[in-house]
């Protein structure tokens, strides 16, 4: 690849650069150059690149722009981007057309991966104990709040499909529709790159939560359909301070965990590095 230009601010960019000297290039002068900006946490990075440029190619691009290796790199437009993928091929005909970017830089995913090992060791340690004491928590389905939501209000008429062994990601911006809340309204989610937010809306009001207050996510799957989970929000330092979601159709569980926890990353990062 070419030498790229960075600007000063990172936190907005512009890489209308480069294609190697090999690339294919006889279809470029039929068709233009794409326009599109790659959102990475509160970054923008605007792009003015060749038809016929791969994701791959895109994704080298942006690794000195986000320091986030090419191999950690998830790229997002109505689904996940396969590398060989050309981005003419995404029909983005519009200039304000978004791509996300998912993925932390190897110092952030070290220093969460030690976090997650020191709070995997104190819960195991918890565990063992509940079940050396016969203590051991009830799975969600089996505990009276959520068994009665399960039952009183059964599934919405409006679910989206459930898929089992499968992982879908979400596209920027794009709407779960067909879930409900602990009262069994319906509720739409949402994770709002621009703003870096979650919103979980009913007919009557949106809740907004900054996706870096977010302390945890989990999720289990529901008795006797497993291909739907309820998952968990935990917006406090407790699990008391939990909101919960049903009927959230389970190839959709990893990739709502990883977009939120990339925001963790940086909160864990910030509070390491003061």
Not at 110 to 135: F, P
Not at 177 to 203: F, H, S
Not at 214 to 235: C, G, N, R, W
Request: include cysteine; charged fraction near 25%; proline fraction near 7%.
């Amino acid at each position: 690849m070419g030498d790229l230009e960075v600007p000063a601010n990172n936190n907005h960019t512009d890489a209308n650069k480069p294609i190697p000297p090999d690339a294919p290039t006889n279809g470029d002068n039929a068709l233009p150059h794409v326009e599109f900006t790659v959102l990475h946490n509160r970054a923008k990075h605007h792009f003015t690149l060749p038809p016929h440029t791969t994701v791959l190619e895109l994704k080298q691009a942006l690794e000195p722009l986000t320091k986030v290796p090419v191999s950690m790199q998830k790229l997002i437009y109505r689904g996940l981007l396969e590398d060989f993928t050309q981005i003419h091929s995404l029909n983005l005909t519009s200039r304000d057309a978004k791509l996300m970017l998912v993925g932390a830089s190897q110092l952030e995913a070290d220093r969460l991966r030690q976090a997650e090992e020191a709070a995997s060791s104190a819960v195991g340690d918890v565990a063992e104990q509940n079940n050396q004491t016969g203590d051991g928590e009830l799975s969600w389905c089996e505990q009276t709040e959520h068994k009665r939501v399960l039952e009183r209000f059964g599934k919405p008429e409006n679910a989206m499909v459930g898929i089992l062994n499968s992982e879908e990601m979400l596209a920027p911006n794009e709407c779960l529709t067909g879930l409900c809340d602990k009262r069994g309204q319906p509720l739409r989610l949402r994770i709002r790159p621009d703003t870096c937010e979650l919103w979980l809306a009913t007919n009557d009001v949106t809740h907004k939560f900054p996706l870096s207050t977010i302390h945890d996510v989990v999720s289990q799957p529901i008795k006797d359909h497993p291909e739907y989970h309820i998952m968990a929000f935990q917006l406090g330092p407790t699990p008391k301070s939990r909101y919960f979601v049903y009927w959230l159709p389970s190839q959709y569980v990893d990739s709502i965990i990883t977009m939120v926890l990339q925001h963790k990353v940086l909160r864990f990062t910030d509070r390491t590095q003061h």
